[in-house]
């Protein structure tokens, strides 16, 4: 009864008090998945040509950038094809000129910063109204998987930094209370305590569990490998990390239910879900623009590019045509479910996790989950590039690999590099987590 509750009761309750707007941007949202998808389109169009005359106006960054590609007047600007020849934004162009994308009629906006794939702290900002947006856009996605508004949910999630006090503690318990939601750190998590895990997990009992892939597959091996009981909740969310065909499987297999995938970034928040029918990724294009771009610039479909996105709504601080070093793959074919919004046929990393050779070959880093995948002995590896001419790979194993089964580790890279790469297998104890506490499969520094 909850979640019906929460939602015509408690939420709207709430929110008159605080003057939030979350639920009416929910409805909003949920409405126009009853449009078409050329509706989507005019409404994504007539939203960026506010936020285009918005940032033309009030920032000083954009209007000096589109002037060296000839827009110098918001009307220069009539098509989305005017619109994809606007210069691209870059995480090295927002820390130059911080203050000049920052909107001169927006005050108080809300800060944020993200330690990033490279460890590199990126700092940026949004108004109110967007951060609300954002939340909409999440509860919408999370409500078509079955994890939405006041639903019972166990988030196996990253724990804040630092020790909160008391009172701190006792405010986040009711935060989360308040939302039917339990929080158990993901960062604390490890051999020794995984049954605590699994003891939450039955004690709680929820309708969703939502998790960064990596921990929740460590946990779904760990009560396979155990033949432990777990509780099936009725959908599993994943996100914050690629998720891998045989991770999915394996994280199935433990929980006895469908896993979905999620995808988004700190910069724009949830950027596209699966659908319960297909388990195809669709794009949230009523609040972004999302693009994919070759390595010319180009746009591109049907393959993999860089992703450029753009919020909406961010006016306090507008990120138009944003690089923000993922890629993936769109596409123009239909679901074939009654979603209308677009489809992610793949993420497909990030540019960082390409490997690269001294000839100029890419290998995509999701070559190396599918190799180390077949070696049941690596529990946890990573491939790091350094210099254009070798490739380290630390894994962590339960037991010695053979020379034989170390000789096939660097034949099946070999056929993708050609012999160009000098090859380090080294066995380790451990593998650091970003500073956001994820897992990198690859890192490329080159």
């Known amino acids: 009864m909850y979640p019906a509750l929460f939602k015509k009761l408690i939420l709207p309750l709430y929110e008159k008090i605080k003057g939030k707007k979350l639920l ?231 929980f006895n239910c469908n896993v979905y995938n999620t995808f988004g970034c700190r910069e724009f928040m949830l950027m596209s879900a699966e659908c319960k029918e297909h388990k ?3 794009i949230n294009i009523d609040h972004l623009v999302v693009e994919t771009i070759s390595d010319d610039g180009s746009a591109i479909t049907g393959e993999s590019g860089d992703l450029v996105v753009t919020d909406l709504y961010n006016y306090g601080m507008p990120l138009i045509r944003y690089l923000n070093g993922d890629r993936a793959t769109l596409v123009n074919s239909p679901c074939g479910c009654t979603n209308p919004l677009p489809i992610m046929k793949s993420i497909d990393g990030r540019k960082l996790d390409i490997i690269k050779t001294p000839s100029g070959k890419k290998i995509p880093g999701e070559l190396f989950p599918h190799l180390f995948k077949e070696f049941e002995d690596i529990t946890r590896f990573q491939v790091k590039q350094s210099n254009i001419n070798e490739l380290s790979i630390a894994m962590i194993v339960n037991k010695a690999l053979s020379e034989s089964e170390q000789q096939k580790i660097k034949d099946e890279i070999n056929k993708y590099a050609d012999n160009e790469l000098t090859l380090h297998l080294n066995f380790v104890d451990d593998i650091p987590l970003t500073m956001s506490g994820k897992h990198r499969v690859t890192i490329c520094e080159v």
């Open 24 to 254: 009416t941007y929910v409805n909003q949202y949920q409405s126009h998945l009853a449009l078409t998808k050329l509706q989507l389109e005019q409404h994504q169009w007539n939203e960026l040509q506010k936020l285009l005359k918005h940032a033309f106006d009030n920032t000083t960054f954009y209007p000096e950038i589109w002037a060296k590609v000839g827009v110098n007047s918001i009307d220069d600007i009539q098509s989305m094809s005017d619109f994809e020849k606007l210069p691209l934004v870059t995480k090295d162009d927002i820390a130059k000129h911080y203050e000049d994308l920052l909107a001169k009629n927006y005050s108080n906006n809300i800060k944020k910063a993200t330690g990033g794939s490279t460890g590199q702290p990126f700092r940026f900002e949004l108004n109110t109204d967007s951060n609300t947006r954002r939340e909409a856009i999440m509860w919408r996605g999370y409500g078509w998987l079955g994890a939405g508004l006041g639903e019972k949910t166990l988030y196996l999630w990253g724990a804040d930094i630092g020790q909160p006090t008391k009172l701190k503690a006792l405010k986040n318990n009711l935060y989360h209370a308040f939302y039917n939601r339990k929080m158990m750190n993901s960062f604390a998590m490890n051999a020794n305590n995984m049954h605590e895990y699994v003891e939450n997990i039955n004690s709680y009992r929820p309708k969703a569990l939502v998790s960064y892939v990596n921990p929740l597959y460590e946990l779904a091996k760990y009560i396979i490998d155990n033949k432990l009981s777990v509780f099936s909740p009725k959908t599993i969310l994943t996100g914050a990390e690629p998720l891998h065909e045989f991770q999915r499987e394996v994280i199935e297999e433990a």
């Open 280 to 282: 195809n990724l669709h």
